[in-house]
């Protein structure tokens, strides 16, 4: 696996404020990798440095191998595709995606033939001649989108690129984007601040908190097992608990089962490993499932409050005040390491 | 006019009533065949118009406004322009600041940059009038430059500049190719505005003119002063037809909406 581009050891301080905090970091040839975190966690300015908008404070970037970190962003080659897409609104959409090549004095009819190549690939051919504000905001991503890799660049940076999409398109965009990027063998960088997008979209995602790299691999992995609290939190996992050794465990809410009725004390564990008893403090309604509130104690005696997610006929039986057992599904457990 | 808003509807009215009406007064009175200046006029006729045509005095000073307003206009926009893409654009600490000063000709009173011109430039270094009133005028049009021209880029996207870098375009030809089209409106309206400002200046024009050099709204004061006939109505109506024109123009070419929004969208 090559290294398309790499982060060593960099930092990025405003004043007082450390945006990224000794940050190193690979990103794999023709994958797509997702930096996601809550805002201010440093994935933006991380995305922009790599860009070559903003220059570290200390460290390196290389881009395909190359000591970037004082290369003005014109001369790295990089597709850049901004959160507000920033279309230029006094060019057709065509001379938009075509803004690049002229750059780099690509003749004027191969140039047409690359350009409708790009929109086609985008699906907007045939709004080639419109100017950006007659779009949607659809259409204007696709735009930006185009115009980004039209100039193929050496990556296609994404900042945020699906958070001014209504729901739906939202997750249309995500296949589509998957799409392009396998058609065209581009190594992607995206940032996000949704887990969903992340999870669904990634090759490789790196999670980030306060300037540093919190856990990052597949999603298959990364998401099975997470490496701390925070990362937990943030791909919610609702419940913390400590098992008998006072280890801190942690389970989804859609993994974790509830029945009515107090179990005997010493009923062993289920499969998961798991059996506790609590009463309801609050049901909360959600359409296609109820989001049950446990009150439990856990091994160590400590009070816990959980988060059961639960389906159609489990919720039978169930009602504020009633006295209930929750156990887990089996595998559903996760020991977060000390 | 939106007639669910009757308050609304009969303020905007009268608005117009008030602006309007005195102006086409002027307008018809300016037609007329006697040899005074009132309502209604006495035939119908265009002997003024002729009259203020072949008037040396009007055409001079007709020449000379232009000619300043021209010059202070340029003069203006090559100040203001790059002032309000570093404001908008730039790094520069104490923007705030920059932006105030730029701004605050607007709230001086015009007799007095006009007094202290006239002591400084004038007496002090012994400049002519014409480059006194250039420089008057200059300092007036700059808050239009750097307002109007400014609002444009305030409104447009602060990333397409990047854009246009990442794709490749270095920092220069990212201004020609990115931002000078996004502040165009913008140029234009406040070329628009300061053009009509300077031209119809008077309190600096009155403290900063010579016999050699006189502006033409501060030669139709004298005229009035001197004399009451219709000449000087039918030269205001020339000069409001000369308005109209522009603003047609501009209408036509750029729109409206765009030259006061000083939008590009």
């Known amino acids: 696996m090559t290294s398309a581009a790499e982060f060593v050891g960099v930092s990025q301080k405003f004043g007082d404020f450390t945006a990224v905090d000794d940050l190193s970091l690979t990103i794999?040839?023709?994958?797509?990798?997702?930096?996601?975190?809550?805002?201010?966690?440093?994935?933006?300015?991380?995305?922009?440095?790599?860009?070559?908008?903003?220059?570290?404070?200390?460290?390196?970037?290389?881009?395909?191998g190359r000591d970037c970190t004082r290369v003005p962003p014109e001369r790295r080659d990089l597709g850049m595709v901004f959160q507000s897409y920033a279309l230029f609104p006094h060019m057709t959409v065509a001379d938009n995606v075509g803004y690049g090549?002229?750059?780099?004095?690509?003749?004027?009819?191969?140039?047409?033939?690359?350009?409708?190549?790009?929109?086609?690939?985008?699906?907007?051919?045939?709004?080639?001649?419109?100017?950006?504000?007659?779009?949607?905001?659809?259409?204007?991503?696709?735009?930006?989108?185009?115009?980004?890799?039209?100039?193929?660049?050496?990556?296609?940076?994404?900042?945020e690129p699906l958070s001014n999409l209504d729901a739906r398109l939202r997750v249309q965009m995500r296949a589509e984007i998957r799409r392009i990027q396998a058609e065209t063998g581009l190594t992607v960088v995206l940032v996000t601040h949704d887990q969903?997008?992340?999870?669904?979209?990634?090759?490789?995602?790196?999670?980030?908190?306060?300037?540093?790299?919190?856990?990052?691999?597949?999603?298959?992995?990364?998401?099975?097992?997470?490496?701390?609290?925070?990362?937990?939190?943030?791909?919610?996992?609702?419940?913390?608990?400590?098992?008998?050794?006072?280890r801190t465990l942690t389970v989804r809410p859609e993994n974790l089962r509830v029945a009515a009725g107090a179990a005997d004390a010493?009923?062993?564990?289920?499969?998961g490993g798991l059996l506790l008893r609590g009463t309801v403090a609050h049901i909360a309604y959600r359409g296609a499932d109820?989001?049950?509130?446990?009150?439990?104690?856990?091994?160590?005696?400590?009070?816990?409050?959980?988060?059961?997610?639960?389906?159609g006929g489990a919720a039978e039986g169930l009602s504020p005040g009633g006295e209930v057992t929750v156990d887990a599904r089996e595998g559903a457990l996760v020991r977060l390491p000390d | 006019m939106n007639t669910r808003r009757p308050v609304a509807a009969a303020l905007a009215v009268a608005g117009y009533v008030v602006m309007l009406v005195p102006i086409l007064f002027v307008v018809v009175t300016a037609f007329t065949a006697?040899?005074?200046?009132?309502?209604?006029?006495?035939?119908?006729?265009?002997?003024?118009?002729?009259?203020?045509?072949?008037?040396?005095?009007?055409?001079?000073?007709?020449?000379?406004?232009l000619q300043l307003a021209a010059l202070a206009t340029a003069l203006a926009l090559l100040i203001g322009v790059p002032v309000a893409v570093a404001i908008h654009r730039g790094r520069i600490p104490?923007?705030?600041?920059?932006?105030?000063?730029?701004?605050?000709?607007?709230?001086?009173?015009?007799?007095?940059?006009?007094?202290?011109?006239?002591?400084?430039?004038?007496?002090?270094?012994?400049?002519?009038?014409?480059?006194?009133?250039?420089?008057?005028?200059?300092a007036l049009m700059i808050p239009y430059a750097v307002r109007v021209t400014g609002a444009s880029l305030a409104l447009a996207d602060p990333h397409v500049e990047e854009a246009a870098r990442g794709?490749?375009?270095?920092?220069?030809?990212?201004?020609?190719?990115?931002?000078?089209?996004?502040?165009?409106?913008?140029?234009?309206?406040?070329?628009l505005l300061s053009f009509v400002t300077s031209f119809n200046n008077v309190p600096l024009s009155l403290l900063l003119q010579t016999r050699e050099f006189r502006t033409l709204p501060v030669t139709m004061l004298d005229y009035v002063q001197q004399s009451y006939d219709p000449m000087v109505a039918a030269m205001a109506t020339l000069i409001l037809a000369g308005t109209v024109v522009l603003a047609v123009l501009a209408e036509r070419t750029v729109g409206f909406a765009k030259i006061f929004g000083g939008i590009n969208r």
């Open chain 1, 28 to 64: 794999a040839e023709g994958r797509l990798t997702t930096l996601l975190g809550p805002s201010g966690c440093g994935k933006t300015t991380s995305l922009r440095m790599l860009a070559g908008y903003s220059r570290p404070t200390a460290g390196t970037i290389r881009i395909a």
């Open chain 1, 101 to 159: 090549l002229k750059l780099r004095r690509v003749a004027k009819e191969e140039r047409r033939r690359r350009v409708m190549e790009t929109l086609e690939l985008v699906g907007l051919a045939h709004l080639a001649g419109n100017r950006p504000k007659k779009l949607s905001g659809g259409q204007q991503q696709r735009v930006a989108l185009a115009r980004a890799i039209a100039i193929r660049p050496k990556l296609l940076l994404l900042d």
């Open chain 1, 196 to 246: 969903d997008e992340a999870l669904e979209m990634s090759d490789d995602m790196v999670l980030m908190r306060a300037g540093r790299v919190m856990q990052q691999g597949p999603p298959r992995e990364v998401f099975p097992a997470p490496a701390n609290r925070f990362v937990a939190e943030f791909l919610g996992y609702e419940n913390f608990l400590a098992d008998a050794e006072g």
């Open chain 1, 266 to 271: 010493d009923a062993p564990a289920g499969p």
């Open chain 1, 290 to 311: 109820l989001l049950v509130t446990v009150d439990a104690t856990d091994d160590t005696g400590a009070a816990v409050r959980l988060l059961c997610d639960v389906r």
């Open chain 2, 34 to 65: 006697g040899s005074t200046l009132r309502f209604p006029p006495e035939g119908l006729s265009t002997r003024w118009f002729e009259e203020a045509l072949g008037y040396e005095p009007f055409l001079t000073a007709l020449v000379s406004s």
């Open chain 2, 94 to 138: 104490g923007k705030g600041l920059v932006e105030g000063l730029f701004l605050s000709p607007l709230i001086v009173p015009e007799l007095v940059v006009g007094l202290a011109l006239y002591q400084q430039l004038m007496i002090g270094f012994g400049l002519d009038s014409l480059t006194a009133l250039t420089l008057g005028h200059t």
């Open chain 2, 167 to 191: 794709l490749g375009a270095s920092p220069l030809r990212t201004f020609a190719t990115v931002t000078l089209p996004l502040l165009r409106p913008g140029i234009f309206s406040a070329a």
